[in-house]
Nanobody, 125 residues
Framework: VQLQASGGGLVQAGGSLRLSCAAS????????VGWFRQSPGKEREFVAG????????YYADSVKDRFTISRDNAKNTVYLQMNSLKPEDTAVYYC???????????????????WGQGTQVTVSS
C-alpha cells in the first residue's frame, strides 16, 4: 500500500491545521493506521492511530484533547485535525500503516511497514 501525506504548513501558536493521508488501496479494517512525527534531533514518535480490529482511536498524551484522528472509508483517507497548536508540535508528520501489529504495539514505529513521505508542520510562537 502507498500512502500520501499532505496538509502541512506554517501556522501561529493556537492555530489549526488538518493533515490528510491518502492510501492507494483499502486500508480500514485491514491495517492499523497511525500518525507519527519527528522533529530535529528526536526520535520519531507516535501521535495518533486507528487500531485495525476495532477502529478505536489512540493518542499520545501530548496531543490528547487537541488532535483528532478521523477517516473517510470511501476515500481511503485518514485525517489528523490539529487544534491549539504549540511550537513544540513543530515536526515532520508521517502517516503509516501496519498489517499485523497488536494493540499493545500500536505506538511502536518499528511495527509499521508502510510510510508516507512526510509533511512539515511549523508552529510559530
Amino acid at each position: 500500500v502507498q500512502l500520501q501525506a499532505s496538509g502541512g504548513g506554517l501556522v501561529q501558536a493556537g492555530g489549526s491545521l488538518r493533515l490528510s493521508c491518502a492510501a492507494s488501496a483499502r486500508i480500514f479494517g485491514r491495517y492499523t493506521v497511525g500518525w507519527f512525527r519527528q522533529s530535529p534531533g528526536k526520535e520519531r514518535e507516535f501521535v495518533a492511530g486507528f487500531f485495525r480490529n476495532t477502529g478505536h482511536t489512540y493518542y499520545a498524551d501530548s496531543v490528547k484533547d487537541r488532535f483528532t484522528i478521523s477517516r473517510d472509508n470511501a476515500k481511503n483517507t485518514v485525517y489528523l485535525q490539529m487544534n491549539s497548536l504549540k511550537p513544540e508540535d513543530t515536526a515532520v508528520y508521517y502517516c503509516a500503516a501496519a498489517y499485523g501489529v497488536i494493540l499493545s504495539q500500536i505506538r511502536i514505529r518499528q511495527q509499521y511497514e508502510y510510510w508516507g513521505q512526510g509533511t512539515q508542520v511549523t508552529v510559530s510562537s
